[in-house]
């Protein structure tokens, strides 16, 4: 028998392929295929926000054909949709690079949508009690964006978030 094929009998050699599945990390597989499926997501979401931007650009022709405000509430409804997907596309980001989701980008990202939905809600003439369901909703989640600020993993451990040390060294508000 040739070397070459010795070489491919040890390699599937029992022996062999026990001390390699021992030296295998499952954790490194695991990481490998979580960057891959949320580079997936990330394109997908990109791709949205780009198309959801063309199609509210787009949407602004329809001023021709109808009323001004029936556009403009289309439009901002539209644009808080596209908000609500940046939101998401931060927090998959913020998973993608720390392997981790931080509380605060979750509950902007449902604020958002709920913001949304309230508006749309208000634009529609929707009964007052859907209304008030949206809006005691969002009460609700701002007292827990509130909490998830003020009593942060970070802030026990000494960790700042870079985005609120820069505002303070540029003088803006915390």
């Known amino acids: 028998m040739s070397q070459p094929a010795l070489e491919s009998i040890r390699w599937f050699d ?5 001390q390699r599945l021992a030296q295998f ?25 780009t198309g959801g931007a063309l199609k509210t650009f787009w949407d602004i022709r ?10 403009l509430r289309q439009v901002i409804v539209n644009t808080l949709i ?7 596309f931060k927090t998959t980001v913020t998973y993608f690079r720390e392997g981790r989701v931080k509380v605060t ?5 449902i604020l958002v949508v ?12 929707g009964n007052w009690q859907s209304l008030a369901t949206l809006c005691g909703m969002l009460l ?9 600020v003020r009593w942060s993993p970070a802030l026990r451990t000494g960790v700042k978030d870079t985005r609120h040390a820069n505002l303070c060294e540029q003088g803006g508000a915390p």
């Not at 490194?28 to 997501?41: C, R």
């Not at 329809?62 to 556009?71: A, G, I, T």
Request: zero cysteines; a negative charge.
């Open 105 to 109: 980008f979750i509950v902007d990202t």
């Open 14 to 18: 029992d022996k062999t392929a026990r």
């Open 25 to 49: 990390d499952f954790l490194d597989v695991w990481s490998w295929g979580m960057k891959g499926v949320l580079s997936l997501v990330i394109l997908t979401l990109l791709t949205a926000l």
């Open 140 to 148: 609700v989640l701002g007292i827990v964006r509130i909490m998830a």
């Open 82 to 88: 596209l908000l609500a997907i940046v939101e998401v």
């Open 114 to 125: 709920m913001l949304t939905e309230v508006i749309s809600q208000w634009f529609k003439g």
């Open 62 to 71: 329809l001023l021709v054909d109808h009323s001004p405000e029936v556009v």
